[in-house]
């Protein structure tokens, strides 16, 4: 039997027209229309065309050929060129399949991840408002207040975006309650509120989360009377005109840090200065072992009944410090420094620093 050629071609030029008016079609369904019955409807001619193409591409292709007696050789190339296009089609169906998988993953997690930072936000707005909140008696809820400051802690650990936000809060939170007045210095001395020990917690551990971004101790004019610093890095902070008396400061560091005119008076101080500015300080009755005061600007700074133990002054200025003793520069170590005329007589061994 005879194979039709030419009936071949007819029939491969009817699939191409179909494939043609079809194709169009599908992308207009799927993408545009986005309905279910569209969808399945693109399904469907997305397998038709595909049975065509397996079906009548082999008999377009063997139409150019003439096989006058072998059929069997026929249908058997046939088949064979059938199966070489399922297995191309169902490859790229495979390919299909795996980029649709990895798609539809990248849309769970981008999911996933806007609905994280949505909480966040949210937590992260509850915790301000419960930061001002007051009880029915209009006093402080000092519980809620704390809860809030550890949400805010937890918040910047989980998303570093909001890492600013929340040190830049805790250090307004400090000015905003509690503020020093230099104006009424006779005030007692009480112990440091709860709520603003915990943000000076906070903000320590913060700072060793390792971020690109350093915690800002903005906290100027403030009443940290009593605080526990002990083996906080406050490196270029802002305490200036603050109120530390009776805190304890062992193994604080206050490099690069702007210190002016602040009270130290009867601390406890094993703290390094390095580059710090502390010009009319106060450490009246303070106790310094330890502590490191290195190129530091101390222009009146006042050291009356301080107490001395190992301290170190190296490239500094201390010609205009108030109350500095004999006794107190015997127990330090003094290196390059411009000392007072009032203790130019005290023998103190001021050496080459080393």
Request: aromatic content about 12%; hydrophobic content about 40%; glycine content about 4%.
């Amino acid at each position: 039997m005879k194979i039709p050629w030419m009936q071949h071609r007819k029939d491969f030029l009817k699939t191409a027209r179909y494939i043609i008016l079809m194709m169009p079609i599908i992308p207009l369904a799927w993408l545009i229309l986005e309905k279910p019955f569209a969808r399945g409807y693109s399904l469907v001619a997305i397998m038709v065309n595909l049975s065509a193409v397996i079906w009548l591409f082999p008999k377009w292709q063997l139409s150019q050929y003439k096989f006058k007696k072998d059929q069997f050789k026929y249908a058997e190339l046939e088949n064979s060129y059938r199966k070489t296009i399922s297995q191309l089609i169902g490859g790229m169906l495979l390919l299909s399949g795996l980029y649709a998988t990895l798609h539809t993953i990248n849309l769970s997690q981008e999911s996933l991840q806007l609905s994280r930072d949505t909480q966040i936000g949210d937590r992260f707005s509850r915790a301000i408002q419960n930061l001002s909140m007051r009880n029915a008696n209009g006093d402080i809820s000092m519980e809620l207040r704390i809860s809030s400051i550890l949400s805010l802690e937890q918040i910047a650990k989980e998303n570093e975006q909001y890492f600013l936000q929340v040190t830049q809060l805790l250090s307004t939170y400090i000015r905003e309650n509690a503020h020093w007045d230099d104006s009424h210095p006779s005030i007692a001395p009480r112990e440091l509120r709860a709520d603003i020990q915990l943000v000076l917690f906070v903000l320590t551990r913060l700072s060793h989360l390792g971020y690109k971004y350093a915690v800002a101790y903005d906290i100027p004019e403030s009443d940290l009377r009593k605080a526990f610093l002990a083996g906080h890095n406050i490196n270029h902070g802002n305490l200036s005109y603050s109120n530390l008396g009776g805190s304890n400061l062992n193994k604080t560091q206050f490099v690069y840090s702007n210190l002016s005119h602040v009270n130290f008076e009867s601390a406890h101080l094993d703290t390094d200065f390095t580059y710090g500015n502390l010009n009319d300080a106060n450490f009246t009755g303070a106790y310094l072992s330890g502590t490191s005061f290195s190129v530091t600007f101390m222009e009146g700074v006042n050291f009356t009944d301080a107490t001395f133990d190992q301290v170190k002054f190296i490239h500094c200025d201390l010609t205009k410090v108030v109350g500095l003793t004999c006794k107190q520069l015997s127990s330090s170590r003094i290196c390059e420094t411009s000392l007072p005329e009032y203790v130019q007589n005290c023998g103190i061994e001021n050496s080459i620093c080393k």
